[in-house]
């Protein structure tokens, strides 16, 4: 398709455990974007990309919480030794390049850490 | 990380009326304001932005108007339909570079028939 695909849909996970979670672009975007949303709440910031590199990482919440962009294209949010707090939809966008204000969303990983 | 607004308000309107929704943003230095919707179970839409140096911008159905004395901006949706039942969330490019976009409060829009 042409939209922004992420993967898994849905993950449960035992807390402890590590989650990758995995955004697909659109193809051509040069910048991508990573937010959290917790249940009936707003859209957290995490982390963006412009190519393969991330100018701007100042939303992770903890070390726990990473993420790599490669080849221009996909990128992976992995979340280490996972708690409860975690527990949320975490969504990916993609923009056709820095400072487009036009980004596309994909629908979501939905995390629960039980 | 960022965000703003944590608790989603609801407006309820008639169906056929138009709908108003505001918010309030706090960093005088964004250079475009942006609203997007999101449907439920789905990840946010871009509706429509304005620059900063402008005071209101119309799209199809949509007029977002932006007051820089009082740091508000709002969405007006003429003639609300069914499908316009959604989160409303204000958003903005927080630096010159415009280099990520910051989520502000949304507003739940209920649609009465």
């Known amino acids: 398709g042409a939209g922004v695909s992420q993967s898994p849909s849905n993950k449960v996970t035992e807390k402890g455990k590590d989650v990758e979670l995995r955004c697909d672009p659109i193809?051509?975007?040069?910048?991508l974007y990573w937010y959290r949303q917790r249940l009936g709440q707003g859209l957290e910031f995490l982390i963006y990309?412009?190519?393969?590199?991330?100018?701007?990482k100042s939303g992770l919440p903890s070390d726990r919480f990473s993420a790599e962009r490669t080849g221009e294209s996909v990128s992976t949010l992995t979340i280490q030794r996972t708690q409860q707090e975690d527990s949320a939809v975490y969504l990916c966008?993609?923009?056709?390049?820095?400072?487009?204000?036009?980004?596309?969303f994909g629908q979501g990983t939905r995390l629960t850490v039980v | 990380g960022e965000s703003v607004g944590l608790h989603l308000p609801t407006l309820s309107v008639q169906e056929g009326d138009n709908s108003i929704i505001n918010c309030a943003y706090s960093?005088?230095?964004?250079?475009?304001f942006i609203w997007y919707k999101q449907e439920s179970g789905k990840g946010p839409q871009f509706i429509i932005d304005?620059?900063?140096?402008?005071d209101k911008r119309q799209g199809q159905r949509v007029t977002v108007l932006l007051n820089k004395t009082v740091k508000h901006l709002s969405l007006q949706i003429a003639a609300t339909q069914p499908g316009d039942s959604a989160v409303y969330f204000c958003?903005?490019?927080?630096?010159?570079?415009?280099?990520?976009?910051?989520f502000g409060s949304g507003t739940r829009l209920s649609i009465r028939p």
């Open positions: 193809s051509g975007h040069t910048a």
């Open positions: 958003a903005e490019n927080p630096y010159s570079s415009a280099s990520k976009i910051i």
């Open positions: 304005i620059r900063s140096n402008m």
């Open positions: 990309f412009q190519g393969n590199s991330a100018p701007d």
């Open positions: 966008a993609s923009s056709l390049h820095e400072g487009n204000t036009e980004a596309f």
């Open positions: 960093n005088s230095a964004s250079d475009y």
